[in-house]
């Protein structure tokens, strides 16, 4: 089980390091949206099933939707 | 590999607060800000379930009447981890209108532009 | 100048909470309070599900507080976005056959499985937000696959302020029939059964009703106009 635990950290930390260093971003949010997904996961394992739906359904899902609403209405890549 | 076992959960969670304050202080794009202040929420959230996790616990939910309650983790962190998250999504929308305004308005998301602009 | 200020912030911050999470043991049990409401919780609310019981029950305040910043930053955002120049009707491509038909059919069975999710927010994991979180997500698949559908403002507006209303009438009946905000009032029953454990489903019902409206509000009014 530590294996997993340890592949979902390094996951979610090259996630977040991916979702500074893009310029385009739709890809940093879908970044961001990786590492909701890896923290849901390892909320999981770390016996919290009801913040794991919260945070997949949540953070996930919506907050993705809504950057991605916003970003649409303004530019796109940064400058 | 104790070491790794038992923190590896609080390496995590304090490396996406470090990111997170990273990107909120050194990026210029208004859009990237936002992105950073959600991961930072995430990191804190993390590290809130990390602390109240027991060492071989399970959940805390009586499925079966016969269940054994001694070994169940703290339900009182996911309580308030629950409200977190949705609040997080709720600042992270307001925040998001704001920027939609202030693209309206300027006409650029740069903050360094938008700084010069004003004064 | 400020480059270097930052870097040495971040030095500073990272030191600090380095030292300070060193010294947290893990997996150790550190407080009484959650070793209190685990015996005891069953017996004082009838929830199997000892999160929801903190939640709704024990913590219920804090609950109310939440609803309350979530209808401040919906309203927030609904007067913010609408108080510029509006630009005319807006020109969508209509969806592809597939699509449409597709998000017609997924669209009721995503309700009834987020409804599921609420309704039995005392037994099993889940509970009101994650329910709402998940209506809000079947009105985004409308919203993205058939574009031409709404859903009426009137109907949102008015299913949010139910779900709010409903949550604050029941807390003051528990304050008319007995002590406190927020009394437990309607009997227990047995665990494990659908109908138990009080008050807490019905205001699960009303915060499920009233996050999945809000939510779906919040992307309509950022869809709009654009």
């Given at each position: 089980m530590t294996f997993l635990a340890l592949f979902l950290v390094l996951l979610m930390l090259v996630g977040a390091v991916a979702a500074s260093v893009f310029k385009d971003l739709i890809s940093a949010v879908i970044a961001a949206a990786l590492v909701s997904l890896a923290a849901s996961i390892l909320f999981y394992l770390l016996q919290a099933p009801d913040v794991a739906m919260a945070e997949a359904a949540i953070g996930a899902a919506l907050t993705a939707a809504i950057f991605i609403i916003a970003i649409s209405r303004t530019k796109r890549y940064e400058e | 590999m104790g070491f790794l076992d038992n923190y590896i959960y609080y390496i995590g969670a304090f490396g996406l607060i470090f990111v997170g304050l990273y990107i909120i202080l050194v990026k210029h794009n208004l859009i990237k800000v936002i992105v950073g202040l959600g991961i930072l929420d995430t990191g804190v959230n993390l590290f809130l379930i990390s602390v109240g996790y027991i060492a071989k616990g399970t959940a805390p939910?009586?499925?079966?009447?016969?269940?054994?309650?001694?070994h169940m983790v703290d339900p009182v962190p996911q309580a308030l981890v629950l409200t977190a998250i949705v609040i997080g999504v709720a600042v992270l929308a307001l925040a998001l209108s704001l920027a939609i305004r202030l693209y309206q308005h300027y006409?650029?998301?740069n903050l360094r532009k938008i700084r010069e602009q004003r004064w | 100048m400020r480059r270097i200020i930052s870097i040495l912030l971040l030095v500073i911050v990272a030191l600090g909470i380095s030292q300070s999470l060193a010294k947290i043991p893990f997996g150790v049990p550190k407080t009484k309070v959650g070793r209190h409401y685990i015996n005891e919780g069953v017996k004082e609310?009838?929830?199997?599900n000892i999160v929801t019981s903190v939640v709704?029950?024990?913590?219920?305040f804090d609950t109310l507080g939440e609803v309350t910043v979530l209808f401040i930053a919906a309203i927030g955002l609904g007067a913010v976005l609408t108080a510029g120049a509006r630009e005319g009707p807006r020109k969508t491509r209509p969806a592809s056959l597939v699509l449409y038909t597709g998000c017609r059919l997924l669209f009721p069975l995503i309700l009834v499985f987020g409804t599921y999710v609420f309704i039995h927010g005392h037994l099993t994991p889940g509970g009101g937000f994650q329910g709402g979180a998940i209506i809000a997500s079947g009105f985004l698949l409308i919203y993205l696959g058939c574009r031409e559908r709404r859903i009426s403002r009137a109907a949102s507006n008015l299913a949010e302020s139910l779900g709010g209303l409903v949550f604050v009438v029941i807390g003051l009946l528990g304050l008319g029939f007995g002590d406190?905000?927020?009394?437990?009032?309607?009997p227990k029953g047995?665990?494990?059964?659908?109908?138990?454990?009080?008050i807490i489903p019905i205001i699960y019902i009303a915060i499920g009703v009233k996050v999945g409206s809000e939510l779906a509000g919040i992307i309509d009014n950022l869809i709009e106009e654009s």
């Open positions: - | 939910i009586f499925s079966r009447p016969g269940i054994d309650s001694e006409g650029t998301l | 609310t009838g929830a199997t709704v029950s024990y913590r219920g406190y905000f927020l009394l437990n009032f309607l047995t665990a494990n059964a659908l109908f138990s454990a009080g």
